[in-house]
């Protein structure tokens, strides 16, 4: 964790952001709101998987986990609270900035690079757990992505991921009701077509070497105003997936 | 920036409802500092708080779930009944445990037991830090943490709770506002030594100043809350001894057989009172700097345990996901769950002593014919009685059992 590369007025304008990202009532509320329920998937497969113990203060002590596309830090900074040695990368510098400010401000200790998950592949480098959330439906070619998302997941190591299913319902919640009316992100945040269905995850995940574990959908309970757990896949949903055995 | 320790959660003042809250996060592993102006040996001293705790069946749970229980448990007297009785009046309400269940309907604890079994149990716990005969001047708030001016250097937490009772200093440096109003009575406090025993019987008498209380205490003993109007109490607190007794001996009767009195008497100024906002930004308010309520049901403290047990478990929740623990979702949903039940019980206890302070002859026929008829619906007396146990509402994981 360092800064030093940064010049002063950098700084200061990553700090600015960073006040933006992690304001719950700003701009990402929208990715605060949602943010406890995808932890609690994260959370409660790494742990089966790697079988520690939730109700330890940091049950993934000695762990490494990569953060693809972590944006502004929101869920790579949980990661650090729960144990993980985090690397988190993002394609943009300025993410990478906001999320190195904050990451200290917080006293947690993550390292972050403007990367991408091709860099690290190229470079060799694995780690034990490999999240990728809200990022494949992004990116120009899902296949290639999460082939190299896999290549960074060790032996037994395991891969997260949460995105959006291409269905009638998507369009109405995830696109237009979420950009449109309810105005939860700005409009253009998302191109519906780029949606990946659940088969095509798991089609995606098989090739690039990954067993699919288990699906869950997320969804919004409008009495709680919280987002939960459920089978529902239509709209938003995670997948956790195992490297398969070589 | 300064260079201390964050701590998850600094907790001011170390009460009753602030200590077992620090005991309660800190068991979680939670790291939390609890500030105190007071040295905890002037707390456990007999002159420093003579009053004793109808403690519920649910904050017995809690106080078991947070190992303090067990140092309190040989000093409590259970309470098996309840009989509550209008001034000189035949009709009367009764509340017998053997009409719930095996269960008692509470359990008397001396404060200053309780506050000898917190001390205990804060000092026994590795991420708990004790910091006592520590002000707090001041509170600064930035995004990412509080920092508090205290007279031992600054003190850097992701999360405040004041805990510091109804004149908390933190909330006024917040600037949370209180909503309320005092009662033109005062409590005064006494404990007696009677020849019969008590049987576990709480006696609750509704005279024109306002309710006694005969709460039983372990041994042939009991604690006297007696609710009066203020200007005449400062003539009871100004009596010697012996004068003193014959106004107990006038209100209890002869049943207890020869009272004395033991240790020394108190008074303590009634109000109602609750905060506008629980929190504020990193700033959490809990127990009594929260909600003051009239003492009549005995359930000021019993609402701060459930507000520690609430926030504990919220806090606790937020940790295990590796949350910032004072994420806003977190602590609007801590205010939502309290201030509702919290305002409920301040509107019954209010109700009550409005209904019951008084001698008009209409009010006190139909309070008698309320109290009647109470006692005969049963529904309903359940209904009193398990939520003067605890045991209504949302209740919180660690208080039940």
């Not at chain 2, 007071?38 to 002159?47: E, F, I, Q």
């Not at chain 2, 007279?151 to 805990?163: E, H, K, N, Q, W």
Request: charged letters at 25%; glycine letters at 8%.
């Amino acid at each position: 964790m360092t800064t030093s590369t940064a010049l002063p007025e950098e700084v200061a304008k990553f700090s600015a952001l960073a006040d933006q990202w992690w304001d719950p009532q700003g701009p990402f509320r929208p990715l605060h709101k949602l943010n406890p329920a995808r932890l609690l998937f994260i959370r409660d497969r790494l742990a089966a998987h790697f079988g520690r113990d939730v109700e330890t203060r940091m049950p993934f002590k000695g762990l490494t986990l990569l953060d693809i596309g972590c944006g502004g830090g929101l869920t790579a900074e949980p990661m650090a609270r729960l144990g993980f040695r985090v690397t988190a990368i993002d394609a943009s510098e300025e993410n990478v900035g906001v999320a190195r400010v904050h990451a200290e401000r917080m006293d947690l200790d993550i390292t972050y690079e403007a990367a991408t998950p091709e860099q690290l592949m190229a470079r060799g480098v694995k780690f034990d757990a490999v999240l990728a959330l809200e990022v494949v439906e992004h990116v120009t070619d899902v296949d290639a992505f999460l082939a190299a998302s896999a290549a960074c997941v060790g032996a037994d190591g395991a891969f997260v991921t949460a995105t959006l299913n291409r269905t009638l319902k998507s369009l109405a919640l995830g696109k237009i009701a979420a950009e449109y009316i309810l105005r939860w992100v700005p409009a253009g945040t998302h191109d519906w077509r780029k949606f990946v269905r659940p088969s095509e995850l798991a089609r995606g995940l098989r090739r690039a070497g990954l067993d699919l574990q288990k699906m869950e959908g997320v969804h919004y309970d409008v009495m709680t105003d919280r987002w939960r757990l459920g089978p529902d896949l239509d709209v938003n949903y995670m997948a956790y997936a195992k490297k398969a055995a070589a | 920036m300064t260079t201390e320790q964050r701590y998850d959660v600094a907790v001011v003042g170390a009460g009753l409802v602030g200590g077992a809250l620090a005991c309660a996060l800190a068991r979680h592993g939670v790291r939390t500092i609890v500030i105190d102006r007071l040295d905890p040996r002037v707390m456990v001293a007999p002159a420093f708080d003579g009053r004793a705790s109808a403690v519920a069946l649910t904050s017995r749970h809690f106080l078991e779930a947070i190992g303090v229980w067990r140092h309190v448990a040989p000093g409590t007297q259970a309470m098996r009944e309840i009989r509550i009785s209008d001034n000189a009046s035949p009709l009367f309400l009764h509340y017998d445990h053997a009409d719930i269940g095996d269960q008692p309907l509470g359990y008397m604890a001396e404060n200053r037991h309780l506050r000898v079994a917190l001390a205990k149990e804060m000092t026994a716990l590795p991420d708990l830090t004790v910091m006592s005969g520590v002000s707090v001047a001041g509170m600064t708030q930035t995004p990412d943490e509080v920092i508090l001016e205290t007279s031992g250097g600054p003190v850097r937490a992701a999360l405040t709770v004041t805990a510091e009772g109804r004149d908390s200093q933190l909330r006024k440096l917040a600037g949370i506002n209180v909503t309320g109003w005092d009662y033109p009575q005062v409590g005064l406090v006494a404990t007696i030594a009677h020849a019969r025993s008590h049987d576990g019987i709480a006696h609750e008498r509704f005279l024109p100043a306002g309710p006694f209380a005969i709460l039983p205490l372990k041994g042939n003993r009991a604690s006297l809350v007696w609710t009066e109007r203020s200007d005449t109490a400062t003539s009871y607190m100004a009596m010697d001894d012996a004068a003193f007794l014959r106004e107990i001996e006038e209100r209890v009767g002869g049943f207890l057989g020869a009272l004395t009195l033991e240790g020394p008497r108190f008074s303590y100024p009634l109000g109602l009172q609750f905060a506008q906002q629980y929190t504020k930004g990193r700033l959490v308010l809990a127990g009594d700097a929260a909600h003051g309520i009239h003492p009549i049901a005995g359930q000021g403290v019993n609402l701060g345990w459930r507000d520690a047990a609430a926030l504990t478990e919220i806090i606790v929740d937020a940790m295990r996901l590796g949350l910032d623990i004072a994420n806003v979702d977190s602590l609007a949903r801590y205010e939502r769950w309290r201030r509702a039940d919290n305002l409920l019980m301040a509107g019954m206890t209010d109700a009550l002593n409005r209904l019951f302070s008084n001698d008009v002859a209409p009010v006190r026929l139909a309070r008698d014919v309320g109290l009647a008829t109470v006692n005969k619906l049963t529904p309903l007396k359940k209904l009193f009685m398990r939520h003067a146990m605890g045991a209504v509402g949302d209740v919180p994981r660690l208080m039940r059992g």
